[in-house]
């Protein structure tokens, strides 16, 4: 069973710019949930898709937004980039069954905001 | 928002040590997740914690959910040098969001 797939793996954009990050939950996961990773914030929830709707929201703004497909592929994406950006992003996929709400993380995309 | 206190911020052990570390939260928790995670890799999910007072073992690795639903710790028995990483531990309440200690940097002397 393939894992969560994100790409791409690195991204170098300059400020300003705008970035999509794509996300492939393992087969069967309907809730796909991203997070941001960095050395001083440690990780923070973004928000979490479960079909196709977002179900949480965390506390990071509007630039940051993400959607999720009939297949439970998901985007993030980062308008009007800033240098406090860069950052790991990661994505979680899970089942979402009673008893069984783990969450399963891709390699991550290394974004760096130049 | 939500907080979890994990400690050690670091260890620096010999190999064939035990180690422990945990979280304490100020909130309830209906799940508790172990994640290690290595250098520009993803977290690894190590054992994931259901109910309250459940102790869980995934071979050196034993976790516990503590009675109270507000900490968790984690138990690494016998240290080998492939155990160094950074271990994360995370609460999941309402929905699917999970709350993620700042997580313990292990490293571990041969």
């Known amino acids: 069973k393939a894992g969560v797939t994100q790409t791409p793996r690195y991204l170098i954009k300059t400020r300003g710019q705008q970035v999509t990050l794509s996300c492939s939950p393992i087969s069967g996961h309907r809730s796909v949930s991203w997070y941001q990773q960095t050395p001083g914030q440690g990780l923070q929830f973004l928000f979490e898709?479960?079909?196709?709707?977002?179900?949480n929201k965390g506390n990071f703004p509007g630039r940051f937004s993400g959607r999720q497909f009939s297949n439970s592929r998901s985007e993030m994406n980062v308008s009007t980039l800033e240098l406090g950006d860069s950052a790991l992003y990661l994505c979680?996929?899970?089942?979402?069954?009673?008893?069984?709400?783990?969450?399963?993380f891709g390699q991550g995309t290394r974004l760096t905001v130049v | 928002g939500q907080q979890l206190n994990q400690s050690p911020q670091s260890m620096f052990i010999q190999e064939g040590e035990d180690v422990s570390m945990n979280c304490t939260s100020s909130s309830i928790f209906n799940t508790w997740l172990w994640y290690k995670q290595d250098p520009g890799e993803g977290p690894v999910l190590l054992i994931a914690l259901y109910k309250a007072g459940e102790l869980t073992s995934n071979g050196r690795l034993t976790a516990q959910f503590g009675t109270t639903r507000k900490d968790s710790f984690l138990n690494i028995s016998a240290s080998i040098p492939s155990d160094v990483g950074i271990y994360f531990c995370?609460?999941?309440?309402?929905?699917?969001?999970?709350?993620f200690g700042a997580g313990t940097i292990l490293r571990v002397k041969s």
């Open positions: 995370a609460g999941q309440g309402y929905g699917n969001k999970l709350v």
């Open positions: 898709y479960f079909s196709e709707t977002q179900r």
């Open positions: 979680a996929s899970s089942l979402v069954a009673p008893g069984n709400t783990e969450a399963f």
